[in-house]
Nanobody, 122 residues
Framework: QVRLVESGGGLVQAGGSLRLSCAAS????????MGWFRQTPGKERDLVGFITSSGSTKYADSVKGRFTISRDNAKNTVYLQMNSLKPEDTAVYYCAAALYLLYSGRFLGDYWGQGTQVTVSS
């Protein structure tokens, strides 16, 4: 079965950096688009960004210029490098996998990890 396991979350000060990892198993990793979402209690889950098999990336406006998604197919792992963190970045971060984007270009995860908490203090 498909399994996605996030790691790297924690508590950081505003302006700091953090790198999240998501290790995938049970799928042909190189065939999948990998994405990151985040969710704050009481709010909807929002897309952070995604990376395609060819390495193309797309980011939410709120994180452009600060976050970078990369992947290492040899390790079946996708990363989320977060720089210049703000308190509003505080959320549970989830990785997700899908074979295709919607025709509109929207990414909807078919498989999900359990999430890792990121807390940014003022």
């Amino acid at each position: 079965q498909v399994r996605l396991v996030e790691s790297g979350g924690g508590l950081v000060q505003a302006g700091g950096s953090l790198r999240l990892s998501c290790a995938a198993s049970g799928l042909t990793f190189s065939n999948y688009i990998m994405g990151w979402f985040r969710q704050t209690p009481g709010k909807e889950r929002d897309l952070v960004g995604f990376i395609t098999s060819s390495g193309s990336t797309k980011y939410a406006d709120s994180v452009k210029g600060r976050f970078t998604i990369s992947r290492d197919n040899a390790k079946n792992t996708v990363y989320l490098q977060m720089n210049s963190l703000k308190p509003e970045d505080t959320a549970v971060y989830y990785c997700a996998a899908a074979l295709y984007l919607l025709y509109s270009g929207r990414f909807l995860g078919d498989y999900w990890g359990q999430g890792t908490q990121v807390t940014v203090s003022s």
